[in-house]
């Protein structure tokens, strides 16, 4: 059984949103609903939610946008997206846009939760260390925060999970697999573009223009953050 969360289901048909709410309810989750995309963004901007539940296509505008204005708010909330089985570009685009996880239509309701759960696991996890400086960067494990040169840098839950990696080991180089398995649960299939897009979106908020990668490219076998 996983924590108890607060979730903002964001899905404009009834039937999956009843259906959907029964089964959290059911796990203990408290559940909010919003049917289109400028409540679910009125909602996420008023009250705190652990993980917001996103459909992509919805009225008013759609998943991604929502995405979008969330993370530039800077609200620390898990993104999960429910996106068309058909639509491969779906999911990358909403992991490049900030998602923290994706699921595809239709699902089973135990894998939702079985996501969830995972997801929030992530949030609670307890850190020895709680202080990390690699270079001009630092991390705050317990106040959730980064900064570069002094200046805050933000980032979604799980880009700051993927950097947490890096920010422990200065210099070893990570295998795509290992921090697959790190973040995602083993039995998911997550594939390695995965990691990939989540290495991208870390160096388009990290890297100074003109300067070397924060987190280098080891060919053939994974990425390094270079201990300074
Ligand atoms: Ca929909």
């Known amino acids: 059984m996983g924590i108890a969360m607060d979730i903002l289901l964001v899905e404009d048909e009834p039937q999956i949103a009843a259906q959907v709410t029964r089964a959290l309810e059911k796990a203990g989750h408290g559940v909010t609903r919003a049917s289109d995309g400028p409540g679910a963004v009125e909602l996420a901007g008023k009250q705190h939610y652990d993980i917001v539940v996103l459909d992509v296509n919805l009225p008013g505008f759609d998943g991604f946008e929502v995405l979008a204005r969330i993370r530039a708010a800077g609200l620390p909330l898990r993104v999960l997206m429910l996106t068309a089985r058909s639509e491969v570009g779906d999911r990358v685009a909403g992991l490049k846009a900030g998602a923290d996880d994706y699921l595809t239509k239709p699902f089973a309701l135990e894998e939702l939760l079985a996501r969830l759960d995972a997801l929030g696991r992530r949030s609670g996890t307890v850190e020895h260390q709680t202080l990390l400086h690699v270079g001009n960067l630092s991390m705050d494990i317990t106040k959730h925060r980064v900064t570069r040169n002094g200046e805050r840098v933000e980032l979604s839950p799980r880009e700051f999970e993927v950097l947490q990696i890096f920010m422990h080991e200065p210099g070893r180089t990570f295998s795509r697999d290992e921090i697959c398995e790190r973040i995602w649960e083993r039995e998911h299939e997550y594939d390695t573009r995965t990691v990939e897009i989540f290495i991208m979106r ?6 100074a223009p003109g300067n070397e990668s924060v987190i ?13």
């Open 216 to 228: 280098a490219t080891v060919r053939g076998v994974g990425y390094v953050m270079k201990a300074p």
């Open 202 to 207: 870390l160096r388009k908020k990290l890297d």
